[in-house]
């Protein structure tokens, strides 16, 4: 039988936990909270409370003045008006619809008015008109590791393919359409790959176990719904190198949609997007409970939103989904817990 912490047996033998587990300069955005992930515990190391913001896939198009131009504008003013500021902002992949350096600039022109440092990883609608030439210009490496107050963050490419395209004689923009599909039959399950795999257990192979872990990735590092790629093929191997730490919060873009799992040490949250709501794939949802609600199909701005992880002391998570629209359960509007 695997070992296991105190903290993640907790979390197995609870459900719901209710009230303020926070001290410190920070407060969460709501007074109670759904829990999920378990009660506190002071497993890990101590953290200085924080709050990061995070923003994804506005899915920019190569049209002036198109309205999710605005939308990613909304979501940079949303987190630029926070009082007191996120220390710094994630973005967890898919700026642009069809990889071009236009809507890659644009989105980078619009990313810039944050007043804080932002951090990025690509999406599939990023990466395959160029093979992701035009992102790395923009935004550097694809993956990559920083500390801050104590917690260990890590961001990775998890929308990398084998080669579909050159024995069926492709061009890019062929090669760009098909990624492009939600369920592309021919373009294989996503993942990491071996090298990024051999980089992770580099990088964290000098941290302490009772490091606070948090990793940003585009698709989930769990099998969700694999048809649409909500999963990452080579997940189990980055839980297994992930295993050894007490804690890990996993956020990951992609789904367009609030969606909650727990695998052992890792607790996995989806975000909204700034462009569209994906439906709920025709599966049992781990946590049904925290489902969105059905969006108003008269109001665009419903299902999209910007986002806040409010961490304590003792790495206990509040991610706020600050909705545009209002069309959130009220378990979820209050903040769920990670
Ligand atoms: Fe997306
Ligand atoms: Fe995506």
């Known amino acids: 039988m695997e070992k296991i912490s105190r903290r993640q047996f907790l979390g197995m033998s609870t459900t719901m936990a209710a009230g303020t587990l926070f001290t410190g300069t920070f407060a969460p955005t709501a007074t109670s909270f759904f829990g999920l992930g378990g009660v506190a515990e002071a497993a890990t190391k101590k953290v200085s409370?924080?709050?990061?913001?995070?923003?994804?896939?506005?899915?920019?198009?190569?049209?002036?003045?198109?309205?999710?131009?605005?939308?990613?504008?909304?979501?940079?003013?949303?987190?630029?008006?926070?009082?007191p500021l996120p220390d710094f902002v994630l973005y967890a992949g898919d700026i642009g619809q069809s990889g071009k350096d236009s809507e890659l600039k644009k989105g980078k022109s619009i990313l810039d008015k944050l007043k804080m440092k932002y951090t990025v990883i690509p999406g599939e609608h990023d990466w395959y008109l160029d093979m992701g030439k035009a992102w790395r210009g923009y935004f550097g490496d694809d993956h990559w590791s920083?500390?801050?107050?104590?917690?260990?963050?890590?961001?990775?490419?998890?929308?990398?393919?084998?080669?579909?395209?050159?024995?069926?004689?492709?061009?890019?923009?062929?090669?760009?359409?098909?990624?492009?599909?939600?369920?592309?039959?021919?373009?294989?399950?996503?993942?990491?790959?071996?090298?990024?795999?051999?980089?992770?257990?580099?990088?964290?192979?000098?941290?302490?176990?009772?490091?606070?872990?948090?990793?940003?990735?585009?698709?989930?590092?769990?099998?969700?719904?694999?048809?649409?790629?909500?999963?990452?093929?080579?997940?189990?191997?980055?839980?297994?190198?992930?295993?050894?730490?007490?804690?890990?919060?996993?956020?990951?873009?992609?789904?367009?949609?609030v969606i909650y799992n727990k695998l052992g040490n890792i607790s996995s949250a989806g975000l909204l997007s700034t462009s569209w709501p994906w439906p709920y794939p025709p599966v049992e949802l781990p946590y049904p409970t925290i489902k969105m609600n059905r969006v108003d199909p008269g109001n665009f701005e419903d299902g999209l939103g910007s986002h806040a992880v409010a961490l304590s002391q003792d790495f206990d998570g509040i991610l706020n989904y600050r909705e545009f629209a209002h069309l959130l359960p009220d378990n979820v509007r209050r903040g769920l817990k990670l």
């Not at 409370?49 to 003013?77: E, N, Q, R």
Request: hydrophobic share 45%; net charge negative; aromatic share 12%.
């Open 146 to 257: 920083f500390d801050h107050k104590g917690v260990h963050f890590i961001g990775m490419n998890s929308i990398l393919v084998p080669d579909f395209w050159t024995m069926a004689g492709l061009t890019p923009l062929e090669r760009m359409g098909r990624m492009e599909e939600l369920e592309c039959h021919k373009c294989g399950a996503w993942g990491v790959g071996s090298q990024q795999l051999e980089w992770l257990a580099k990088d964290v192979k000098n941290v302490s176990p009772d490091t606070p872990v948090v990793v940003l990735t585009h698709s989930p590092l769990w099998d969700y719904y694999p048809r649409w790629n909500f999963q990452t093929s080579d997940a189990p191997e980055i839980r297994s190198i992930l295993r050894k730490f007490d804690k890990v919060i996993a956020i990951h873009g992609h789904v367009h949609q």
């Open 49 to 83: 409370p924080f709050t990061f913001a995070i923003l994804t896939d506005a899915h920019l198009y190569d049209i002036a003045d198109h309205k999710f131009d605005a939308f990613l504008a909304k979501g940079v003013a949303d987190i630029n008006a926070m009082n």
